[in-house]
Nanobody
Framework: QVQLVESGGGLVQTGGSLRLSCAAS????????MGWFRQAPGKEREFVAA????????YYADSVKGRFTISRENAKNTVYLQMNSLKPEDTAVYYC????????????????WGQGTQVTVSS
C-alpha cells in the first residue's frame, strides 16, 4: 500500500515562491521514480516535473522550466517541488505521483497518487 501525502500549498502573490513536499510510505522509496502533476479547474491533469531514483535525471514541462526545481531526499522518503517566480497560470491542485524504476512524463504511467495540495497565485 503506497501512500503519498502532499503539503506546502497555499496562497501567494505573482512572483512569489512555495515549496511543496510529498512524504511517501509503503514503498522502497529509492526504487521509485517520482513526479509532480497539476490540475486547474476545468482542465486536464498535466505533467509538471519528474526525476529518477536518485535525482540525477530530471524532467520539466516547458511551462515551468527555469522556475521550478524537483528534488528528493531518499533518507527522508520525500520529494520536493520548489516553485519560484509563480504566475497566476500556475494556480492548480498539485499532485505527487510514484512509479517503479523508470521515470516518465505521462500521467497514465504513474500508478500511485497523493490527494493533492492547492496552490493559488494571485495577480
Amino acid at each position: 500500500q503506497v501512500q503519498l501525502v502532499e503539503s506546502g500549498g497555499g496562497l501567494v502573490q505573482t512572483g512569489g515562491s512555495l515549496r511543496l513536499s510529498c512524504a511517501a510510505s509503503g514503498l522502497t522509496f529509492s526504487n521509485y521514480a517520482m513526479g509532480w502533476f497539476r490540475q486547474a479547474p476545468g482542465k486536464e491533469r498535466e505533467f509538471v516535473a519528474a526525476l529518477n531514483w536518485n535525482g540525477g535525471r530530471t524532467y520539466y514541462a516547458d511551462s515551468v522550466k527555469g522556475r521550478f526545481t524537483i528534488s528528493r531526499e531518499n533518507a527522508k522518503n520525500t520529494v520536493y517541488l520548489q516553485m519560484n517566480s509563480l504566475k497566476p497560470e500556475d494556480t492548480a491542485v498539485y499532485y505527487c505521483a510514484a512509479r517503479p524504476y523508470v521515470p516518465s512524463t505521462a500521467t497514465d504511467d504513474f500508478g500511485s497518487w497523493g490527494q493533492g495540495t492547492q496552490v493559488t497565485v494571485s495577480s
